[in-house]
Each structure stands twice: as C-alpha cells, then as structure tokens.
C-alpha cells in the first residue's frame, strides 16, 4: 500500500502563489506516475496537472497551463505543485495521486493511490 500525505494549502489572496507537496511512503514501483486533481465544493473532482516517472514529460488541465508548474523528487518520493497568479476559482481541495508506471496520466480513474487533500481558498 502507497500512503500519500500533501501539505502546503492555506489561504492566499487572489495573485498570490502557494507550493504544494506530495510525500509517499510505504509500497514503492520501480516507475510511478503521480498527479494532482482538485475538488471545488458542488463539484466533480478535475484533473489539474500529472508527471511521468521521469520528470520529463508533464500534462495540465487548461485553466492552470502557464500558472502551475509540476516537478517530482524521486530521491525523496515527493512530488511538488508550485501555484503562480492564484484566482479565486482555484479554491478548491486538492489531491496527490500516484499509480504504477512510467508514463502520465491525466484521469483520475486511472489512479489507485490517493492522498486525503489540503485546502486552497483564494480570495478575492
């Protein structure tokens, strides 16, 4: 079993920035895929960015591409979200996600680990 355990959420004005961490402990792969998704209140949880095993090849949801940025630290099993030029509809609770393989992957039923989330309210 993978436990994952994000940090980082909190409460930033509207243009600010916030870096969230993803911590894995426990079952390790040879290769594994993480992601981040992100649930508003009354609605369905989105994709919001993933990484490949590598850290060369990354994926984002439209509505953060050039605001968020993904990186990994396999050394360290961490997997970081650095959030630039925060909007108020960012608010949302976000997930880490990890799943085998080495490729990324950007629905959320393709992953079998998720983490329990951490608050981003952006104000206004």
């Known amino acids: 079993q993978v436990q994952l355990l994000e940090s980082g959420g909190g409460l930033v004005q509207s243009g600010g920035s916030l870096t969230l961490s993803c911590a894995a402990s426990g079952r390790t792969f040879s290769t594994y895929a993480k992601g981040w998704f992100r649930q508003a209140p009354g609605k369905e949880r989105e994709f919001v960015a993933a990484i490949s095993w590598s850290g060369i090849s990354t994926s984002y949801a439209d509505s953060v591409k050039g605001r968020f940025t993904i990186s990994r630290d396999n050394a360290k099993n961490t997997v970081a979200l650095q959030m630039n030029s925060l909007k108020p509809e960012d608010t949302a609770v976000y997930y880490c996600?990890?799943?085998?393989?080495?490729?990324?992957?950007?629905?959320?039923?393709?992953?079998?680990?998720w983490g329990q989330g951490t608050q981003v309210t952006v104000s206004s």
């Open positions: 996600a990890a799943r085998s393989g080495a490729a990324y992957y950007t629905r959320s039923n393709d992953y079998n680990y």
